[in-house]
């Protein structure tokens, strides 16, 4: 079983993140567009379909003295972008978002364990970095709908309608991954881990 984290851009990413981070430990951690410019802890993936903006996030992780994401992946080719990856799954016609993206991404590398913390694909729900609510969901959410047989027992979310379809993780799907009985070390903050 290999476990992942994916990081989306919600205003409830921080709570939701220590929240997951509290069941299991991940073996890799995906951030998605913005979150990666201000989480603070280990990044293993970076995964974007904005491209022409992945070197100014870059530069602006490194000016925040925040070590750099082990891969960044867009759907194009661009400055900052180490690895050009579709953004389809064969037989898919449409992005499900950036979010999607990542699942994607993270499944492709053989995670069969994949929780989203700040992807509740919810229009009401804002961003972390801008209080308006975020329309575009409404549009990326056929996909989800439509890529739900292939995410199903793979992909949990912590949160909004990504988890009314896909269920949230437990101790029980988390396996030998959760955390259940066991003490951890440090157990990580995501408040601690994000720039304000």
Wanted: aromatic share 8%; charged share 20%.
């Amino acid at each position: 079983m290999k476990t992942a984290l994916v990081l989306g851009g919600a205003k409830t990413v921080w709570d939701e993140a220590s929240e997951a981070l509290a069941l299991f430990r991940p073996d890799a951690i995906a951030a998605v567009n913005d979150i990666g410019t201000r989480w603070a802890g280990r990044l293993d993936l970076w995964a974007t379909l904005h491209h022409e903006k992945m070197a100014t996030w870059r530069a602006a992780r490194a000016a925040s003295g925040f070590g750099l994401a082990n891969l960044h992946v867009g759907s194009e080719p661009a400055p900052g972008i180490d690895s050009v990856e579709d953004y389809r799954w064969l037989g898919m016609n449409a992005s499900g978002s950036s979010g999607l993206y990542a699942v994607k991404l993270m499944i492709d590398r053989g995670f069969d364990r994949i929780v989203l913390a700040g992807v509740p694909m919810d229009a009401a729900q804002a961003h972390f970095f801008d209080p308006s609510q975020w329309d575009e969901a409404t549009s990326f959410w056929q996909t989800w709908l439509d890529q739900a047989p292939r995410l199903q027992g793979t992909v949990k979310s912590m949160s909004g309608r990504t988890r009314d379809l896909l269920g949230g993780p437990d101790n029980d799907w988390l396996g030998a991954a959760a955390l259940q009985g066991r003490t951890p070390g440090r157990r990580p903050n995501a408040q601690a881990d994000r720039l304000d």
